[in-house]
């Protein structure tokens, strides 16, 4: 392998899911990750490991999850690009660092590749059942960005996309894998480095002087700036003023939940992703995400070969929801079927926006492995009738 000055290894790759989402990671900038080895998300940071000296970066492997998810942050506040690596059990572990990132606003990537839980599970086999985690998994009120792959080119390309979400909105920003994308071995094509876009860091141009970490200049986001840089600021997860001093006032804590919410909330619309298809004359829309897409994709094709008038949307940002996409269809469809790897979860959400005007149709899968596409078509069926 032989990569260009940034890193990015240009050219047609034949590789996972997993390696391609830390090129995305190298391609966007990261230079800094922390984690702690779990399946089936290793591969990521053991080939950043690797890849990463050779650019002038470092990897740590900490003694857990806990320890990674608050490094990775040190790693930020230093001024590097970082992220971390890890799957449901690891995961629980570092939603208070996921809450305190929110809170601090700290631009980093949390990669979960999926796998069956509860607790230890199925370390080896796939699941998405970490979909209400993703959003909800810390306490407090924040907002999240959650993107949802279903290839390694994708696993490569929103990658990029994840970092840069997380530096334009100061953000943590979950990428949501499962297993079989992380494992599955698809082409991968890397574009030469000057076409891939990439959002700086939100720096500061204020001087030492009049810096305010938490200033905000009229777009709900703050300028940041680094340690060792010569500014005086306070990074800490108690509700804060805009200089960063905690301030226990309930006044306070209203102005800041409110806008660490409105900062995603406000442009929900410009930063949810979703593909779609045959939704102009669809009597029936399918939602699906990740792995279980491209089985639902077999049950649509068959499903329309037998004239039935079946839609797809395709969720590729599962937070923030695409609301007002599911609102629109729901005025005009007789239903939704939402297949997942999981007991319902982004169904509920689908049954939230669609708000009684069209039936939703859960489709649920414990985890293990994935939906036949013939079950999906059999919900497909009883929801056009």
């Known amino acids: 392998m032989k990569a260009d000055p940034r890193g990015v290894l240009t050219g047609e790759h034949f590789i996972d899911g997993d390696h391609a989402c830390c090129e995305g990671a190298l391609a966007a900038g990261a230079r800094f990750a922390a984690g702690y ?3 089936p998300s290793t591969e990521v940071v053991e080939r950043f490991a690797a890849r990463v000296p050779t650019v ?39 939603m208070e660092h996921i809450g305190y990132a929110a ?18 599970g199925l370390p080896t086999l796939p699941a998405q059942a970490d979909m209400m985690q993703a959003r909800w998994g810390s306490h407090g009120d924040y907002a999240v960005i959650a993107l949802c792959p279903n290839s390694p080119q994708e696993c490569f390309d929103l990658t990029i996309k994840a970092f840069n979400l997380s530096e334009e909105f100061r953000v943590p920003v979950m990428f949501m894998m499962d297993e079989v994308v992380g494992h599955m071995t698809e082409k991968v094509v890397i574009p030469p480095a000057d076409q891939i876009e990439i959002v700086p860091r939100k720096h500061t141009k204020e001087s030492v002087e ?18 060792g840089e010569g500014y005086r600021f306070h990074v800490t997860g108690l509700t804060h003023d805009e200089r960063g001093y905690p301030n226990m006032t309930p006044q306070t804590q209203d102005k800041l939940v409110r806008r660490l919410q409105n900062k995603i909330t406000s442009a929900a619309d410009r930063i949810a992703m979703f593909e779609e298809a045959h939704l102009k004359d669809a009597d029936v829309v399918v939602v699906s995400y990740g792995i279980t897409s491209r089985v639902a994709q077999r049950a649509i094709d068959t499903a329309r070969e037998q004239g039935l008038r079946v839609g797809k949307l395709r969720l590729i940002t599962a937070w923030p929801f695409p609301e007002k996409k599911i609102r629109q269809l729901a005025g005009r469809v007789k ?9 319902g979860q982004m169904a509920l959400e689908v049954e939230r926006a669609a708000a009684g005007r069209a039936k939703t149709f859960s489709l649920t899968h414990a985890g293990g492995g994935v ?9 497909i069926v009883e929801a056009s009738r």
């Open 37 to 39: 080895p779990i399946t």
């Open 103 to 120: 809170m601090t606003e700290t631009p980093c990537v949390f990669v979960d590749v999926q796998r069956g839980g509860p607790s230890t």
């Open 371 to 379: 939906h036949r596409p013939e079950d999906i078509l059999k919900v």
């Open 335 to 343: 239903a939704f079927v939402v297949p997942e790897l999981n007991l």
């Open 56 to 94: 002038g970066g470092t990897f740590i492997q900490m003694e857990d999850e806990l320890a990674a998810s608050i490094t990775l942050q040190g790693g930020v506040w230093a001024g590097a690009k970082a992220f971390t690596v890890t799957s449901g059990p690891g995961f629980s572990l570092m």
């Open 210 to 227: 009049e810096f305010q970490p938490y200033k905000t200049n009229g777009d709900l986001v703050p300028e940041i700036a680094h340690a």
